[in-house]
C-alpha cells in the first residue's frame, strides 16, 4: 500500500524567507503532482512532475522530484501572504493507473 | 469556460435516504474521479473511471457507487448514506498523458444526520 508522508503538517513563516516542504512516498512511482488549496476553495494544479531529477518553477515556488529517494520537495522563495494557503502532494498509485494517493496537506500561513 | 462541475454544492439529509451527486465537465476528459476530505486525512479516492462504462474503486469505496453513462457524467450515489460519510466531496477530471494535471471541481459538502 502506498503512503504518502508531507512535512510538516502546519507551517507559520514571516514574509521574505525560504522554506521547504517535503513529500515522502513508500513505494516506486514515476509521476507526482503537487496541489493547491485555498481555504473553502477547490484544488488548483500547480506542477507534474514525471521523472527523476525533474525540477519545475512557478513564480516564488519551485518543485522537485528523486524518485531515488522517493521524495519531492516544495520550496518557497521569499514568502509573501498571498502563497498562504494547504498545500498537497499526490502519487500515482501505479504506473499508468491514474489513481493518486495524496499527502495530508501542508497548511502555510506566511505572515506579514 | 473549461470546468468541472458539481451539484449540489451544499446539503444536509438525513441518515438512510439515497442521494446523487453529479459531476459534469465539458473538457472531453476520458478519466474521472471521486475524492472526499476530511479534517487531518487529507483527500482520499472513492471510485474513479477511465472511460465509459468502465469504473473501479478506489481507497474508500464502501457505501458509494458510481456510473459512467457518458463521458461528459460521473454521478456519485449514496444508497443508504451514514453519518460517516459527512465529508468534502470533490470530482476530478482528466485527459490521458503523463504530463496532464487533474481538474477539481468545487467540491459538495454532504451532512448526514
Known amino acids: 500500500e502506498l503512503k504518502v508522508e508531507q512535512n510538516p503538517l502546519f507551517l507559520s513563516m514571516q514574509e521574505g524567507k525560504n522554506y521547504t516542504i517535503y513529500c515522502n512516498y513508500s513505494t516506486t512511482s514515476d509521476r507526482l503532482y503537487w496541489y493547491r488549496q485555498d481555504p473553502g476553495k477547490s484544488l488548483e494544479s500547480l506542477f507534474v512532475l514525471l521523472s527523476n531529477g525533474a525540477v519545475k518553477q512557478e513564480g516564488r515556488l519551485m518543485a522537485s522530484l528523486d524518485t531515488k529517494a522517493r521524495l519531492s520537495t516544495l520550496h518557497i522563495t521569499a514568502a509573501v501572504h498571498d502563497l498562504s494557503a494547504t498545500y498537497f502532494c499526490a502519487v500515482e498509485t501505479g504506473a499508468g493507473s491514474y489513481q493518486l494517493t495524496f499527502g495530508k496537506g501542508t497548511k502555510l500561513s506566511v505572515i506579514p | 469556460e473549461a470546468q468541472v462541475t458539481q451539484n449540489p454544492r451544499y446539503l444536509i439529509t438525513v441518515t438512510g435516504k439515497k442521494l446523487t451527486v453529479t459531476c459534469s465537465q465539458n473538457m472531453n476528459h476520458e478519466y474521472m474521479s471521486w475524492y472526499r476530505q476530511d479534517p487531518g486525512l487529507g483527500l482520499r479516492q472513492i471510485y474513479y473511471s477511465m472511460n465509459v462504462e468502465v469504473t473501479d474503486k478506489g481507497d474508500v469505496p464502501e457505501g458509494y457507487k458510481v456510473s459512467r453513462k457518458e463521458k461528459r457524467n460521473f454521478p456519485l450515489i449514496l444508497e443508504s448514506p451514514s453519518p460517516n460519510q459527512t465529508s468534502l466531496y470533490f470530482c476530478?477530471?482528466?485527459?490521458?498523458?503523463?504530463?496532464?494535471?487533474?481538474?477539481f471541481g468545487d467540491g459538495t459538502r454532504l451532512s448526514i444526520l
Open positions: 476530478a477530471s482528466s485527459l490521458y498523458g503523463q504530463d496532464q494535471p487533474q481538474h
